[in-house]
């Protein structure tokens, strides 16, 4: 009987112990970046795993930052389609950090701006309340869209991050859609930057989204 006793205790230890240790390693696993974007962040037209969020990985691994991908962007995808996507992201995911690459198809299709700003700030806050850091990627039109549009439409990613307290890429094309010749750095519908700009927009990208992610 007394030996019995002894087994069922030293079985329950091992099952307290285990329970314990459940959550620990839970919590090893390393931080999740979730990535919600349009065409410019899906590889569109490009060759499989030569876009600048597989290009990211590569850059975790060469730094050595333990942490993971989840490319959940679209091509075509507008705010509003990141805004009713995003819950069920958050939940199924639960990302450390978001990034958050939308509002080019908005503009294409000539949509309100207050529109974009309120799915942008509600998109960052929902990640802000679900327990991620957010980044926003800015984006610019060109100025055959009028100089006003332009400008309140360039303007909008600073007023969000401001207001949501995110971190902020202002231009996520910048030294590909802003140089002399861009044409160099687009796919052939001058809308989509080709391969060789990739680790460009990369480079526009990184050193904001490292600061969100753990040292060490």
């Known amino acids: 009987m007394e030996g019995n006793l002894k087994l069922k205790r030293r079985h329950f230890n091992v099952l307290a112990l285990a329970g314990l240790a459940a959550p620990v390693l839970a ?28 290009l990211l990985e590569e850059r975790l691994k060469k730094e050595k930052v333990q942490a993971r991908i989840v490319n959940a962007s679209i091509s075509g995808d507008t705010t509003s389609g990141g805004r009713s996507r995003i819950g069920a992201l958050l939940k199924q995911h639960k990302p ?56 309140e439409f360039r303007e909008m990613y600073t007023t969000v991050a401001k207001s949501e307290k995110t971190a902020l890429v202002p231009f996520f094309l910048k030294n590909v859609a802003d140089i002399k010749d861009p044409t160099a750095m687009f796919q052939s519908d001058r809308i989509h930057p080709n391969e060789s700009a990739q680790a460009l927009m990369l480079d526009n990208v990184w050193p904001e989204l490292r600061k969100l992610l753990p040292r060490g």
């Open 27 to 54: 919590q090893a696993q390393p931080p999740l970046i979730l990535v919600v974007g349009d065409s410019l962040s899906a590889e569109y037209g490009l060759r499989r795993g030569t876009g600048w969020v597989a």
């Open 96 to 151: 450390a950090v978001v990034v958050i690459e939308l509002g080019g198809n908005d503009a294409l299709r000539g949509l309100p701006n207050n529109m974009t700003r309120e799915n942008l700030a509600t998109m960052a806050r929902l990640s802000s309340e679900a327990g991620a850091r957010v980044l926003l990627l800015g984006m610019e039109m060109p100025p055959n869209y009028g100089a006003k549009y332009a400008q």
